[in-house]
Structure formats: C-alpha cells, structure tokens
C-alpha cells in the first residue's frame, strides 16, 4: 500500500482535484492540442514550430547526449542505488584542480558520470548562442577566458556546482558563463519540445499511431531559477543574458519597464555617485550600488527571436526573484531544472528562513494541475525524482555553516556535485593593533549546545572579568554576528542594568546619530553591534578602546575595520586598545577566513577539521 505521502499518492490526489477528467486521455490530448493552422506546443510552450527551424542550421540534428543523458525522458543516471546514496549521503569525494577555477571536491554516487569526462570549454554550446559569445570572449584576458571555459565545463557535466569564493575581479565572467549555459538549457528544452509537436501534427495527419515518446516538460513551464538578494543584482544578470541575445537577431520586450522597476526609484539619490572616492569599502559599493531592494520577481520568456520580461509566471522559461519575492506562491518551482543562487553570502545576511524555504519547495508536487498534460510531462517529475536531476549552482563570497548546509543537505544531483576549495591567507589587520589581539577558545562538543556554551562564557567568565577593569568597563564594543545572539546580549545587559546602546540593522537614523554621539562622548560605556548593521551601513564608529567580539565576523574584512576603528582618534597607542575574540570548534569558516587556513587549525587545536 502506498504511502499518504508518496509521490504516487500526491500526483493521485492532484489529478482527482484538480484535473478536468478530458485531460487524462493521454493520446487524444496529444492530438487535439495541435492545430493544423499553427501546430502550437501543448501545454505551456506557445510558440509556433516554424519559429525553432531557422538560425541554427547544421545544430538541430546534433544528438545532444548529456542533454538528454541528464535530462531527457529517461535519464540514464536514475537508479535505485544511486538515489539511496544521496538519501544516505553516501557520497564518493576526490579532489581533481583547474588551472583557473582551482582546487575542487567533486562528489559521485554509483551511476555519476566520470569526472575525467567533462569536456572543456564552450563547445557544448548550440552554435546559435555561441558564436556571440566567443566573439565578446575573445576581447578578455587569456586568464579569464580560461575561466570562463572551465566553468562551462562543470556545467556542462550538468553536476551542482559550488563557488565557494567568489571575487569581484571575476564575478561579471563567471555570470556570463552561467548564463549563457542558461539560455542554452532552455533553447534545448524549447526545441525539444517543438520537435514532439511536430512529430504529434504529423502522425494525426497521416493516420498513424501517435508517438509514445514525446514527455518533453513539467508540470509548469518555468524550468529556470535565479535566486538574488536585491533587485540590483537581478539587473545585473539581466545584462549577463542579454550579452548572449544581441540585436538584430533578438527583441528584448519590457527592458524600459524593467528600468523603471529595478533601478532606483524617482527622486531617490544614488548616495554612492555623490560620496568621496574613499567613503565605503569597495566591496560595500558592489553590494548596494543600485536598488537594494529585497522583495522581488520577474518571469522572462525567450523565443527564437525576442526575450520578453514581465511575463506571467506561469508562462515563463526563467525566474529571477529573491527569496523573499517567492513566499507567496511557489507552484511554478515545481519542475525547476537550473537554479542559480549567486551572492549567497549576502542572503545570509537577510532571513535566511526565506531561502530556506524556496529550497524546501523546491521540484514539489504542484498543488493544481495548472492546465498541465500529463501524457507529456516526464516520467521522474511523475515519480518524484526531480530533486536528484536538478542542477543547482552556488556562488558565494566565503562559506558559512549554513551554506555548507544547505550544500549537504539540498544539493542531491545523481550527476554528482563540484565545491571549490580554498586555503586562506591571514587578514591583515593595522600594526598597531597586533599585540591587542586575544583569542578565547570555549570548549563545546556538540554544535547543539553551542549558542547556550557561548552565552554562559560570555556571561559567566568574560564579561565579569570586562567589569571589574575600570578601564575594560568603558569605550567598550560587543560586536555580535548572529542576530539572535544580539538580542539575547542586549536583554542581558538591560536586566544587569549596565550602560549600554545598540545598533542593529532595524536602528533609525536617528537613533544610530544618538548611540554613536552617546558612545564617543562616554555616556555610554558598551555599544552592542550586530554583523548585519555593519554588513548593511558601514560606519565608523569612533571612541573605541576595547572590542569584544561575540563570535568571529563572517566578513573577515570588517575585523580589520574594527581594529583600525580605535587608531580613528588621535593620540590612540597600541596599549591602549584592547580585543578579544570568543570561539569555539564550530566558528572553523570564519577562523580560518581571520586567522587563516594554517593558524585556524593552530588555534583550534584539530588539524582534520
């Protein structure tokens, strides 16, 4: 008996509910959604089949075997044992390193194709939308093509693909290669499509029986995800895609809408155009220029000779949203086959239940039909294996736990999956500021007990000790990095009545003048800081003479702000300053991000992690 909530069981009751009962004649529906004046694609793919058949001459009989390998009606890595592996995280990891991508853990179960098999460059590519594309690579640097060209071969394997330390000098090359594997997913996909139309309209036209072998889509038509934080970066991967759809061969519809929406809105002034060269950190500029806006979407449709935005969900090929943007409905997340999830980091600095989420509803069971014929959706979205041929990729700045986590734990591909590695260099923090450092270590030997093993130090051990120095007492900041953590500090020092002011990213600003002016001129003794009221304004707070950090940053760049914060006064000497940085086994990511690879593993005293 099955399951209340096997895949069989869901689709049984999806098709009871919500399917006229016309639609479940598999063969008749085929036929009947062809007319003999335009031979329309059924179900969400409305274009005409003449419209595929020009502009890709000597393509259109390639055989496209990882294409169809990975995602065709029956793709040859779906087995049992390969989708008990995943389940079980029974993966096989070898190391394997690219000149330009570097070193990477490549991840297999039994079926994964072989990671010596990967073809390089960007040959996989329809010629179509390759041909623009070598014509704009051909004006790189020779590193960056090389780059570019590694990528696309990862992808091409259509394994999940992990960036795990992304740069500014290589994040526009790295969305162009991204891209354009995009657009030609969907150009495939689209095609195949038209070519089982064509072949439907012919066979009811002849007489002969219809073809069995036409499951070509899912349940809805979106099969692309790009998942922002602000409308900002949506712009520009907008421009990635659109570097690959060049006039005249392609139409971009709605673009001066799209301006308008995700540009900064009328009258609000670009505070960036008007600061001094040296006002914000340039990674803070690439983060917030243009609209920072959190709560977004947008469905984009390409036809063979326009990419339209603003379409209805529902009928678009690729979605560009933020997590947020996706909370209220998610049945177009049904059948996603590529999604991208750039600026991860950054969306750690948002709600990171919102991402959460989307990935949970993820390659779900539709809650209706939504006009979709089953007789053309293929055979492993029926079965509930949709989430073991997805192809996700990650692009993100640094790793976190929670990333890896959701690497782990989402990230089920039978292709298998590619995560960057990284050893790092220790930051470099002012000279004056090097004999001041301290790092505490509290013991915990369970990630469970961690947040109540952090607080009963902090509260038990270091803050006494921080209260009886008179000295200690005063110019003090807390900086916390989780928000939790923040609240939990701030509630504790209003009970213990001690002097204190917050900053936080929900702080006004007003508020924040008040706390800043409270804290230089000494009527406050503590200001409490959280990671994402620095991650989001990037003050400089003067007045500084002692730091505790409540945990290591994230961002190791704004450890080295903190430390320089103090020398902002004059006559500031290094003996005067002092900080102190709580950790434990389980702040391994951001350690070794400060202290480096090599003086991480020093100071937590366990080399294997």
């Not at 990333?403 to 004056?432: C, D, F, H, M």
């Amino acid at each position: 008996m099955e399951e209340a909530n096997s895949p069989t069981t869901k689709l049984l009751t999806l098709l009871n509910v919500s399917t006229p009962p016309q639609k479940l004649n598999k063969k008749r529906r085929a036929v009947d959604n062809i007319s003999d004046a335009e031979l329309e694609t059924t179900g969400h793919h409305d274009e005409v089949v003449q419209d595929d058949h020009s502009g890709d001459a000597g393509v259109e009989s390639e055989k496209e075997p990882t294409y169809e390998q990975h995602f065709g009606a029956v793709p040859s890595l779906i087995s049992k044992p390969a989708i008990e592996s995943v389940n079980k995280r029974l993966w096989t990891t070898s190391n394997m390193t690219f000149p330009k991508v570097g070193s990477a853990a490549i991840s297999t179960v039994p079926g994964s194709p072989s990671p010596e098999k990967m073809k390089s460059g960007s040959s996989q590519i329809l010629q179509r939308l390759r041909a623009p594309f070598e014509k704009q690579q051909a004006s790189l640097p020779p590193d960056l093509r090389v780059l570019q060209d590694e990528i696309l071969s990862i992808l091409a394997s259509h394994r999940d693909f992990y960036h795990t330390h992304t740069s500014r000098d290589t994040a526009a090359v790295i969305r162009q290669s991204i891209s354009l594997h995009m657009l030609d997913h969907v150009t495939r996909k689209r095609r195949r499509v038209l070519k089982n139309n064509e072949r439907l309209a012919h066979a009811m036209k002849a007489g002969t029986s219809i073809p069995e072998d036409v499951q070509d889509q899912g349940f809805t038509r979106p099969s692309m995800l790009i998942l922002l934080p602000f409308r900002s970066s949506a712009t520009r991967w907008l421009e990635s895609l659109i570097t690959h759809t060049p006039p005249p061969s392609f139409q971009i519809e709605n673009m001066s809408r799209f301006r308008k929406e995700f540009g900064l809105p009328e009258g609000v002034a670009d505070k960036f155009a008007s600061a001094e060269p040296d006002a914000y950190p340039p990674d803070h500029v690439e983060t917030f220029e243009g609209n920072p806006d959190d709560n977004f979407r947008v469905g984009l449709k390409l036809t063979r000779k326009s990419l339209r935005l603003f379409t209805e969900f529902y009928g678009s090929d690729i979605i560009i949203a933020s997590p947020l943007g996706l909370r209220m409905n998610f049945d177009f997340l049904s059948s996603i086959e590529i999604l991208i999830a750039d600026q991860v980091d950054a969306l750690t600095m948002q709600n990171w239940e919102h991402t959460q989420f989307v990935f949970s509803h993820l390659n779900q069971l539709p809650k209706e039909s939504h006009d979709a014929d089953f007789s053309r959706i293929k055979p492993w979205y029926l079965d509930g294996h949709a989430a073991f041929v997805r192809q996700t990729i990650l692009l993100s700045a640094y790793e976190t736990p929670e990333i890896r986590g959701l690497y782990n734990e989402s990230l089920r591909n039978l292709a298998g999956k590619v995560r960057t590695l990284r050893r790092w260099a220790p930051v470099q923090v002012p000279k004056a500021s090097t004999s001041s450092q301290s790092f505490i270590q509290f013991d915990c030997t369970s990630p469970k007990d961690e947040l109540e093993k952090r607080f009963a130090y902090f509260t038990n051990q270091l803050l006494p000790l921080v209260l009886k120095s008179a000295v200690q007492s005063a110019n003090t900041v807390i900086f916390v990095p989780s928000s939790l953590d923040f609240i939990r500090i701030q509630n504790y020092f209003r009970k213990k009545q001690l002097s204190f002011a917050v900053l936080s990213e929900y702080t006004t600003n007003q508020d924040i003048s008040r706390a800043r002016q409270a804290f230089f001129s000494g009527k406050k003794s503590f200001l409490i800081i959280s990671e994402r009221f620095h991650f989001y304004r990037r003050y400089k707070i003067r007045g500084i003479r002692n730091l505790i950090f409540y945990g290591p940053p994230d961002h190791a760049v704004f450890y080295t702000e903190y430390l320089s914060y103090p020398f902002l006064d004059d006559g500031v000497e290094s003996s005067d300053v002092t900080c102190r940085v709580l950790y434990s086994r389980y702040d391994w990511f951001r350690m070794e991000r400060i202290a480096g690879t090599k003086g991480a593993s020093q100071l937590i005293k366990n080399s294997d992690l």
